[in-house]
C-alpha cells in the first residue's frame, strides 16, 4: 500500500502534484467561467457577504492564514482567522452576512463542529472545505468545497494541506466572480498559474535528495526556527508544526518583521533558521525579508533559504540555498511547503521515529 515508500507520509508528500491537479479538476465550465458543484449558497446570498470568519485547527487553520492573505487581495472582503477551540468562547460577532468557513481535512475535528454549530445558530452562512465526503462538518454546513486529496493516512497533513490550500484558491476566485471584484481574465489568469502548480511542486520534489541531505546532518540538533513573510509567514508556522508533531524537537515559525521585537534573542551559532523569501516581483517584502537573514547569520544562524532559483543575491547569505519555481506570492505556500514537509519527515526518520504515527497524536481529535 505504501508503493515502495518507508512511511505512508512520504508517499503523501509524493503525490502532492497530483492531489493538486485533482483539486483544480472540472473548476471551469465551458466559458471559462468557475463553478463549484456544491457550494450550494446562492449567488444573490454571496454578494451580500461583509464579513469571512475562517476556523480551523491545525495545519487547516494555517492553510486558513494563508487564505486571508487571497481572499482579502482578490475580493476585499475582511477576513478573521480563528482558532476553531477559541471561536465560540470569545462570543464572536456573527451575522447573516458573515459566512463562515471550517477547513477540515477530516470533517470530524470536535472543536470545528461545535463552531460551526454555534455559528449557524446565529444564522451565519456556513461553508466547509474538506477532504472526507460525508463526514460530519459538510453534512452540517451550508456548502462545501472538496479537496480531492485521496485518503490521507501519515497523522502529519501533507497533501490535505496543499489541497485545503487549492480550495481556499479557489473560493477566494470564486466570491471575487460573484462580487465582482476581479475580471473574467484575471481569474482565468490566476486558474491558469493554478494549473502550472502540479509541475512546479514537482520541481521540488525532484531536489528532494538534497533536503534530505541536510536533514541527516542536523540530526542532532535541538532546536529549529522558521522565517517568513505575507503568505510565507503561515507556510513557517506549518513547517514548524511538522517538525514538533514528527521529531519532537522545539520549532517555532515568526513573521520575520518581528524578529527584532524579541526572537532574534534566541539566535546562537548554529541554530538552524529555514527563511522563505519571497518572490523578486515583490521587493519590499523581499528585500525586508533578505535584511533579516543578514542579521540572523551575522549573529550565526545556519541559513536555510527557501527563494527563486535565480535569486542570486541571496546566495552570499545561505548556508543551504532551496530553490523554488517562480509563482506569485499569494501561490508561494503551494511550493514553499514541501520541502519542510520533506525536512521533518527525514530527520524523524534518521532520528528512529515512527513517522507515520507519532506519539499522543491521533487523525482525527473528536473530543474537544
Ligand atoms: C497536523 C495535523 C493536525 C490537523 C488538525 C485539524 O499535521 O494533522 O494539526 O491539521 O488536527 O484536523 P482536521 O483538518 O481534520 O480538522
Not at 28 to 48: H, P, V
Not at 134 to 142: A, F, K, L
Not at 159 to 182: E, R
Not at 270 to 288: H, S, T, W
Amino acid at each position: 500500500e505504501k508503493d515502495g515508500y518507508d512511511w505512508f507520509m512520504r508517499k503523501e508528500i509524493f503525490e502532492q502534484p497530483r492531489a493538486v491537479a485533482d483539486a483544480l479538476l472540472g473548476r471551469r465550465d465551458a466559458e471559462g467561467k468557475l463553478q463549484l458543484d456544491e457550494m450550494r449558497i446562492d449567488a444573490s446570498e454571496l454578494q451580500g457577504i461583509d464579513k469571512i470568519i475562517i476556523i480551523a485547527a491545525g495545519t487547516s487553520y494555517y492553510a486558513g492564514m494563508v487564505a486571508k492573505y487571497a481572499i482579502e487581495h482578490w475580493t476585499r472582503i475582511s477576513v478573521e482567522v480563528e482558532l476553531a477551540s477559541e471561536f465560540r468562547y470569545r462570543d464572536p460577532i456573527l451575522t447573516r452576512s458573515t459566512l463562515v468557513v471550517a477547513i477540515s481535512q477530516s470533517g470530524e475535528t470536535a472543536d470545528t463542529l461545535q463552531a460551526i454549530r454555534h455559528a449557524r445558530a446565529q444564522q451565519s452562512k456556513v461553508l466547509a472545505i474538506c477532504n472526507t465526503n460525508g463526514s460530519t462538518i459538510p453534512r452540517e454546513s451550508d456548502g462545501v468545497i472538496y479537496t480531492y486529496a485521496g485518503p490521507e493516512i501519515g497523522v502529519a497533513s501533507t497533501k490535505g494541506y496543499v489541497t485545503q490550500l487549492v480550495a481556499c484558491y479557489l473560493l477566494a476566485l470564486y466570491l471575487a466572480q460573484t462580487k465582482n471584484t476581479l475580471y473574467g481574465d484575471e481569474i482565468n489568469g490566476v486558474m491558469d498559474q493554478l494549473e502550472a502548480m502540479p509541475a512546479h511542486v514537482q520541481t521540488v520534489l525532484d531536489e528532494a535528495d538534497k533536503v534530505y541531505q541536510f536533514a541527516r546532518d542536523h540530526v542532532d540538533t535541538k532546536s529549529v526556527l522558521f522565517l517568513g513573510r505575507h503568505a510565507g509567514y503561515p507556510v513557517a508556522l506549518e513547517g514548524a508544526l511538522k517538525l514538533k508533531e514528527l521529531a519532537y524537537i522545539h520549532a517555532e515559525g515568526f513573521a520575520a518583521g518581528e524578529l527584532k521585537h524579541g526572537p532574534i534573542a534566541l539566535i546562537e551559532e548554529g541554530l538552524p533558521v529555514f527563511c522563505i523569501v519571497p518572490p523578486k516581483g515583490r521587493d519590499q517584502l523581499r528585500e525586508k525579508m533578505v535584511s533579516a537573514i543578514q542579521e540572523i547569520r551575522a549573529r550565526g544562524a545556519a541559513t536555510i533559504v527557501l527563494a527563486e532559483h535565480d535569486d542570486e543575491a541571496i546566495t552570499p547569505y545561505a548556508d543551504e540555498f532551496i530553490r523554488l519555481p517562480k509563482v506569485p506570492v499569494l501561490l508561494q505556500p503551494l511550493v514553499a511547503v514541501v520541502p519542510l514537509q520533506l525536512f521533518a519527515c527525514e530527520l524523524a526518520t534518521a532520528m528512529g521515529h515512527d513517522v507515520d504515527q507519532p506519539r499522543n497524536l491521533a487523525k482525527s481529535v473528536t473530543v474537544e
